[in-house]
């Protein structure tokens, strides 16, 4: 098993079929360079506005995270609405439900010598297990440089089949 990477004509079932049976794919270049210059440039005064990570160790000492995305950065609905994002959500999220909502919009940035967050479950907050059935999904989106030296999110391949209330 292996993380598979798309490009941005690539066909969108054929990045579901990914998700479902590794629990993660990567679409490269799905937006266009100034709109991620554009938000990152929305955001830094947020950022910048904040001295330390927080006092937790799973979210980071040397971590800013930025919430209310879409109040402080009104070009990251561009990233919200990308058909790509709305036809993979809908596509696995739809299977078992009428809707679905979003829950959080965040930006995250880690600074140097911070720590590898502890491997964790996104969807640890739902107690039950229904094979086949996925409660939600997490879209991220690399603004910059995804790399291990900086902290990108690291994945399990297909650990969102076998559940484990201690990940």
Same mark, same amino acid.
């Given at each position: 098993?292996?993380?598979?990477?798309?490009?941005?004509?690539?066909?969108? &079932?054929?990045?579901?079929?990914?998700?479902?049976?590794? *629990?993660?794919? !990567?679409?490269?270049?799905?937006?266009? /360079?100034?709109?991620? &210059?554009?938000?990152?440039?929305?955001?830094?005064?947020?950022?910048?506005?904040?001295?330390?990570?927080? &006092?937790?160790?799973?979210?980071?000492?040397?971590?800013?995270?930025?919430?209310?995305?879409?109040?402080?950065?009104?070009?990251?609905?561009?990233?919200?609405? @990308?058909?790509?994002?709305?036809? !993979?959500? &809908? *596509?696995?999220?739809?299977?078992?439900?009428?809707?679905?909502?979003?829950? /959080?919009?965040?930006?995250?940035?880690?600074?140097?010598?911070?720590?590898? @967050?502890?491997?964790?479950?996104?969807? *640890?907050?739902?107690?039950?297990?229904?094979?086949?059935?996925?409660?939600?999904?997490?879209?991220?989106?690399?603004?910059?440089?995804?790399?291990?030296?900086?902290?990108?999110?690291? !994945? !399990?391949?297909?650990?969102?089949?076998?559940?484990?209330?201690?990940?």
């Amino acid at each position: 098993m292996q993380l598979e990477y798309f490009n941005v004509d690539s066909d969108t &079932d054929d990045v579901i079929k990914a998700l479902e049976l590794n *629990g993660a794919a !990567v679409v490269e270049n799905q937006v266009e /360079s100034e709109l991620t &210059d554009t938000i990152l440039s929305e955001l830094r005064k947020h950022f910048d506005k904040i001295e330390k990570g927080s &006092d937790s160790g799973f979210t980071g000492y040397k971590t800013r995270w930025v919430s209310r995305l879409l109040a402080i950065s009104k070009s990251s609905a561009k990233l919200v609405d @990308q058909p790509r994002v709305m036809e !993979v959500a &809908d *596509g696995i999220l739809l299977r078992h439900c009428d809707n679905y909502r979003l829950g /959080s919009l965040t930006a995250i940035e880690i600074l140097p010598g911070e720590k590898d @967050q502890v491997l964790h479950s996104d969807d *640890g907050i739902y107690p039950v297990r229904i094979p086949g059935m996925q409660f939600q999904i997490s879209a991220m989106w690399a603004l910059d440089d995804f790399t291990k030296e900086n902290g990108a999110t690291r !994945v !399990v391949l297909g650990s969102h089949r076998n559940y484990s209330a201690n990940v």
